[in-house]
């Protein structure tokens, strides 16, 4: 079945500590992105990566890393993070970049992270 | 640049009426269209797109969208809502001949009254 996974699902931190929220795609999607969704903000774009070691920032970039070292993992790394990264975060691939690509995008269920 | 307006965050409906999601947007050139559904506590879905053809597209649930060149519009209706289409609606646009990377609207979070 083709999907994108995230890891974990929920998750409650604190101030500081350092962690890391997966993503994994099956489809062979040579794009993936990171997303947050905030009530009243819609979707804000984090990062993006048109393919392997290839990313750039995208609308709110500051308190995030990513990296791509494999075509089917983006993960995103919280090094040390703030209460105000409390939200919703949704992972999503797509062919975009591939001639005759739509931008059609994949998405996962979506990690909600609480950081106290 | 690209950009999509949803007009109203919120649009309130009696189960059975019509549901009229708004989306218009602007690109230099007509863009690829999108509309993605999100139920409560999962991910966005695609629920139909514009690509090429017939304007009035069909997706599913009984959703379809009409793409209109000359309003920049591609607005979302369901002749007749259901309870269990309370969600929360985005639309995207990604450019054509471009990165075809999307940019989303603000969404809009559509009630179903019994």
């Known amino acids: 079945e083709a999907q994108v996974t995230q890891n974990p699902r929920y998750l409650i931190t604190v101030t500081g500590k350092k962690l890391t929220v997966t993503c994994s795609q099956n489809?062979?999607?040579?794009?993936m992105s990171w997303y947050r969704q905030d009530p009243g903000l819609g979707l804000r774009q984090i990062y993006y990566?048109?393919?392997?070691?290839?990313?750039d920032k995208g609308d709110v970039p500051e308190g995030y890393k990513v990296s791509r070292k494999e075509k089917r993992n983006f993960p995103l790394i919280l090094e040390s993070p703030s209460p105000n990264q409390t939200s919703l975060y949704f992972c999503?691939?797509?062919?975009?970049?591939?001639?005759?690509?739509?931008?059609?995008?994949?998405f996962g269920e979506g990690s909600r992270l609480t950081v106290l | 640049a690209q950009s999509v307006t949803q007009l109203g965050s919120h649009v309130s409906v009696s189960e059975g009426a019509l549901v009229l999601l708004r989306c218009n947007y602007s690109?230099?050139?007509?863009?690829?269209l999108f509309w993605y559904v999100q139920y409560p506590n999962q991910g966005l879905q695609l629920l139909l797109k514009?690509?090429?053809?017939?304007?009035l597209v069909k997706g599913i649930n009984g959703f379809e969208a009409e793409f209109k060149k000359s309003e920049t519009s591609f607005h979302l209706t369901k002749p007749s809502a259901h309870m269990s289409d309370a969600a929360e609606y985005f639309c995207?646009?990604?450019?054509?001949?471009?990165?075809?990377?999307?940019?989303f609207g603000r969404g809009t979070s559509l009630i179903v009254h019994p």
């Open positions: 999503a691939s797509s062919l975009a970049g591939r001639q005759g690509a739509d931008g059609e995008l994949f």
């Open positions: 489809m062979n999607h040579e794009y």
């Open positions: 990566s048109m393919n392997v070691e290839v990313t």
């Open positions: 690109s230099s050139v007509p863009p690829y």
């Open positions: 514009y690509t090429t053809g017939a304007t």
């Open positions: 995207a646009v990604s450019d054509r001949g471009g990165s075809y990377i999307p940019t």
